[in-house]
């Protein structure tokens, strides 16, 4: 991992694009702390899990039942 100043980043951004592609981050940071991290762009998408909250998440019998009136009316 490089850290750099903002300054120089500004002044050797293609010599860190070169570092990020060859498998390096870079980490920028403006007055000693972290604002920015380089690392290389992907397309990869996700894996996706079908079924991995599987017996995580469950929809109660009486999700489709009418309220109760009491629930509509306003406290006066």
Same mark, same amino acid.
């Not at 980043?9 to 293609?14: G, I």
């Not at 380089?38 to 079908?50: A, E, F, G, N, S």
């Given at each position: 991992? !490089?850290?750099? #100043?903002?300054?120089?980043? #500004?002044?050797?951004?293609?010599?860190?694009? #070169?570092?990020?592609?060859? %498998?390096?981050? $870079?980490?920028? $940071?403006?007055?000693?702390?972290? $604002?920015?991290?380089?690392?290389?762009? !992907? !397309? #990869?998408?996700?894996?996706?899990?079908? %079924?991995?909250?599987?017996?995580?998440?469950?929809?109660?019998?009486?999700?489709?039942?009418?309220?109760?009136?009491?629930?509509?009316?306003?406290?006066?």
């Amino acid at each position: 991992m !490089t850290i750099v #100043k903002m300054r120089e980043a #500004k002044s050797r951004l293609s010599r860190l694009v #070169k570092d990020v592609q060859a %498998g390096e981050e $870079v980490i920028i $940071v403006s007055r000693n702390k972290p $604002v920015a991290r380089l690392v290389p762009y !992907t !397309t #990869k998408k996700p894996i996706r899990m079908p %079924g991995f909250l599987r017996g995580k998440i469950w929809i109660a019998s009486d999700f489709d039942d009418p309220l109760p009136e009491e629930a509509f009316e306003r406290n006066s």
